[in-house]
């Protein structure tokens, strides 16, 4: 079984910032990428930042240069620094990760979401 459990969202002023943690746990032999996405009320999910597990990033354009995407390997974790947030950031924020467990299998894991309000 593997879980993702996401922490950090909450309510801030535009123009201020937030850092989203996600840390996957479980029977976890290995994961690929990981990545950060998100849902507004009435639209898709979209794609805000993705890392390899060599460190290569990937960022939507709405979001480059205000937001940095990292990770740390050894704590099976992944962060979003959000700074100089707008309130079109406003959204749930959902963690995803490509794992290899020990049972063999491999599958894309969702968290369960954190909420993010940026207020103007």
């Known amino acids: 079984q593997v879980q993702l459990v996401e922490s950090g969202g909450g309510l801030v002023q535009a123009g201020g910032s937030l850092r989203l943690s996600c840390a996957a746990s479980?029977?976890?032999?290995?994961?690929?990428?990981m990545g950060w996405y998100r849902q507004a009320p009435g639209k898709q999910r979209d794609l805000v930042a993705t890392?390899?597990?060599?460190?290569?990033?990937n960022y939507a354009d709405s979001v480059k240069d205000r937001f940095t995407i990292s990770r740390d390997n050894a704590k099976n974790t992944v962060y979003l620094e959000m700074n100089s947030l707008k309130p079109e950031d406003t959204a749930v924020y959902y963690c995803?990760?490509?794992?290899?467990?020990?049972?063999?299998?491999?599958?894309?894991?969702w968290g369960q979401g954190t909420q993010v309000t940026v207020s103007s």
């Open positions: 479980g029977s976890i032999l290995s994961i690929n990428a």
């Open positions: 995803n990760a490509d794992i290899w467990t020990y049972r063999g299998t491999y599958s894309s894991y």
């Open positions: 890392i390899t597990s060599g460190g290569s990033t």
